[in-house]
């Protein structure tokens, strides 16, 4: 299992990508089970959690920790332990790594370094949510978490109000109704919109109407559980064809553009960044150049 690369005198290591359930356990593939038994060291968002997860399947492999908050420090370390000819696995504590965890830096780390990546496939709760949503699966946007500031989340909601796709979101319980009258705000109150809500769990639960319907059934009953928020695309093709005057600009004219409409410097880079899947990073760097 453990896939090792010769590179000069030095024998790689193998980053693994591993997915874990998001809610039913018996959704852990053998594929998945086999490497993490497998390898060196499970890198992973919260230990505590993940231990849970490998006490079910007897995985006694060594645990360290790789979240939002240590990310800079520790891929330097992991890549040099991959170098070292360990083999890791990354995993989140539910779906797929990369998606909406620091997995992603690690990627692109590993890649640099020419340490083999290798992929395991598994569940994802955008895609889960999608197929049984009702929406048009084809084409479809994931984005994630919206921003979290009204502001800025408004002012993102606006720029993607003109998509066709079928747009996925994650949310909190405790921000749900706020994100709904944010979509509402930007989209219109006629927008078709499903929660799919504890996706594989006991209580798994879809809910389909108008925005406005379920503005109203999230003021109106207690929030609970994980959300993937569906959002139908727009089917106005007069509106959909209208032209997002950013998408003309550079990214560093994008950034100022947005940053004279009144958003912070660092919201501005971070919106253009995942839009045109830019390094933020790098664009924070090029903004402080133009602007010192």
């Known amino acids: 299992m453990k896939q090792q690369k010769s590179f000069g005198t030095q024998t790689m290591g193998t980053l693994y990508l591993v997915p874990t359930p998001i809610g039913n356990l018996g959704d852990m593939t ?17 230990t505590r959690h993940t231990q849970q997860l490998l006490n079910q399947f007897d995985i006694d492999t060594k645990q360290i920790s790789f979240h939002e908050h240590n990310k800079e420090n520790r891929i330097p370390e992991l890549v040099a332990r991959l170098q070292a000819g360990d083999s890791i696995a990354q995993v989140s504590d ?19 370094a020419d340490i083999p990546v290798v992929p395991i496939p598994g569940a994802s709760a955008g895609i889960t949510a999608l197929i049984a949503s009702g929406l048009a699966p084809q084409s479809f946007m994931f984005y994630g978490f919206l921003p979290r500031k009204p502001k800025e989340q408004l002012h993102e909601l606006e720029m993607l109000k003109v998509h066709q796709e079928t747009m996925i979101f994650y949310e909190a319980p405790h921000r749900l109704a706020k994100t709904l009258k944010g979509i509402m705000t930007a989209f219109g109150s006629d927008r ?79 919106q253009i960044a995942k839009q045109r899947a830019l390094d933020r990073q790098t664009l924070y760097l090029q903004y402080q150049g133009e602007n010192n």
Do not use: C
């Open 192 to 270: 078709q919109v499903v929660l799919a809500r504890e996706l594989t769990k006991r209580y798994e639960e879809f809910l389909r109407g108008t925005v406005a319907e379920l503005v109203t059934w999230a003021n109106e009953n207690e929030v609970r559980g994980e959300f993937v928020v569906l959002v139908a695309g727009n089917d106005h093709v007069e509106q959909a064809e209208e032209i997002d005057p950013l998408s003309e600009m550079e990214p560093i004219q994008a950034v100022q553009a947005l940053v004279g409409e009144g958003l912070k410097p660092t919201a501005a880079i971070k």
């Open 94 to 112: 539910a779906g797929m790594p990369s998606i909406s965890d620091p997995g992603h830096k690690l990627v692109k780390a590993a890649i640099l």
């Open 30 to 46: 053998n594929r998945s089970i086999e490497v993490m038994q497998s390898v060196d060291l499970i890198a992973a968002e919260d």
